[in-house]
């Protein structure tokens, strides 16, 4: 069955830096487009950032623009989020996420989230 | 930006009863419109895409409705385990995707 499995979360100090990770199996990833979205406690989804099923396009959130890179390893079936310059409004469970409907964007299968606290 | 808003922000009902769920697009956003159920401490689940294709193992209860700006999520008799937080997502016009603040269905 697919399985997301997100990893890399804890608590930075702001100005500082994480890397996420997501690891896939159960399907053919390199055929999959897939996303970030992330969670703040208590509060609702926000959209951070996709990847084209090849790593050769790459969409974020204006919110993150600059700070964040999204990467792909096909190879190892692997998402990474590297994030810099951490500031205490990133706080939040970040998700990735698969598009399953071949770049419909429709949101198919979820991690269980990985906790990004920022704070000093 | 799509901005995407959900009405009521609390749905209070009772086991067996029908619910009822809004959201609206600021925009037309034609069916691509996609609604999500999240429980305590999970994970969103996808519920519903196009506006009204149930996922995969997804009950026959559950149904959605609606196309351009106005779309409706229905659960025409609410079992325990539907009680939960609802959110609805664009995914017509990106960058970003962008969902609704959800809409919180609780014990009446």
């Given at each position: 069955q697919?399985q997301?499995v997100e990893?890399g979360?804890?608590?930075?100090?702001?100005?500082?830096?994480?890397r996420?990770?997501?690891?896939a199996?159960?399907?053919?990833?390199?055929?999959?487009y897939?996303n970030?979205i992330?969670q703040a406690?208590g509060?609702?989804l926000?959209?951070?950032s996709?990847i084209s099923?090849s790593?050769?396009?790459?969409?974020y959130a204006?919110?993150?623009?600059?700070r964040?890179?999204?990467?792909?390893?096909?190879?190892?079936n692997?998402?990474y989020?590297?994030?810099?310059g951490l500031?205490?409004?990133?706080?939040a469970?970040?998700?990735?996420?698969?598009d399953g409907?071949?770049?419909?964007?429709?949101?198919?299968?979820?991690g269980q989230?990985t906790l990004?606290?920022?704070?000093? | 930006?799509?901005?995407?808003?959900?009405?009521?922000?609390t749905?209070?009902?009772?086991?067996g009863?029908?619910a009822?769920?809004?959201?609206r697009?600021?925009?037309?956003v034609?069916?691509?419109l996609a609604?999500?159920?999240?429980?305590a401490g999970?994970a969103?689940?996808?519920?519903?895409?196009?506006?009204?294709?149930r996922?995969?193992?997804?009950?026959?209860?559950f149904?959605?409705?609606?196309?351009?700006?106005d779309?409706t999520l229905?659960?025409s008799?609410l079992?325990?385990?539907?009680?939960?937080?609802y959110?609805?997502?664009?995914y017509d016009n990106w960058?970003p995707?962008?969902f609704?603040p959800?809409?919180k269905v609780?014990?009446?």
């Open positions: 697919v997301l990893s979360g804890g608590l930075v100090k702001p100005g500082g830096s994480l996420l990770s997501c690891a199996s159960g399907f053919t990833f390199s055929d999959y897939m970030w992330r406690p509060k609702g926000e959209w951070v996709y099923s790593g050769n396009t790459i969409w204006d919110s993150v623009k600059g964040f890179t999204f990467s792909r390893d096909n190879t190892k692997s998402l989020l590297q994030m810099n500031r205490a409004e990133d706080t469970v970040y998700y990735c996420a698969r409907s071949s770049g419909l964007n429709i949101f198919d299968q979820w989230g990004v606290t920022v704070s000093s | 930006e799509i901005v995407m808003t959900q009405s009521p922000a749905l209070s009902v009772s086991p009863e029908r009822t769920l809004s959201c697009a600021s925009q037309s034609s069916t691509n609604w999500f159920q999240q429980k999970q969103p689940r996808l519920l519903i895409s196009g506006a009204s294709t996922a995969t193992g997804i009950p026959a209860r149904s959605g409705s609606g196309s351009g700006t779309f229905t659960i008799s079992q325990s385990e539907d009680f939960a937080v959110y609805c997502q664009q960058p995707f962008t609704g959800g809409t609780d014990f009446k």
